[in-house]
């Protein structure tokens, strides 16, 4: 599948617009391309209770199953400038649980696989081979 980066750095601008991030002032936005070629994006949405926050990528998995489900074959994140962002450790678990085969990233240091911002990971066929 014939990916867009350029395009989906820029849903995921137009998803940090909409972040709500009054407390950190660090708005997030996060875009993918799915296994059946939609764009879904989301943004940061924090809370008075600091440690509630939900980071951009919860937001976007959430939109996932909202339009139907599937898997994520590419993904960018931005912060409030624009800049490519890493997703943070959490997010990145979050992100291979739904990852489609391959699954690029847009990455502070290039474009980069799944396998390699979350090396080793624990995923949901460990939960099967371990029973
Ligand atoms: N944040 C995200 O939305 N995604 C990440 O991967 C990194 C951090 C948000 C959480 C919080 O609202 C703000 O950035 C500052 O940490």
Redesign the pocket.
């Known amino acids: 599948m014939e990916i867009n980066w350029d395009l989906l750095r820029e849903e995921a601008k137009l998803a940090m617009a909409k ?1 709500y ?1 009054p ?2 002032k ?3 936005g ?1 875009a993918a391309l799915t296994d059946s070629g939609k764009i879904i994006s989301g ?4 809370n008075a209770s600091y440690g509630l ?7 976007l998995v959430s939109e996932l199953f909202r339009q139907g489900g599937g898997k994520l074959v590419a993904f960018a ?1 931005v ?1 409030g400038h624009g800049n490519a ?4 450790g ?2 990145r678990q979050l992100l291979f649980e739904h990852r489609a085969p391959g699954m690029l990233l847009d990455t502070v240091s290039g474009i980069k696989t799944i396998d390699e911002v979350l090396p080793d990971a624990f995923g949901p066929e460990d939960l099967e081979i371990r029973k």
């Open positions: 972040a991030a407390y950190s660090f708005p997030v996060a943004a940061n949405v924090e926050g939900l980071c951009a990528e919860c937001s994140c912060d962002l890493m997703p943070c959490r997010c």
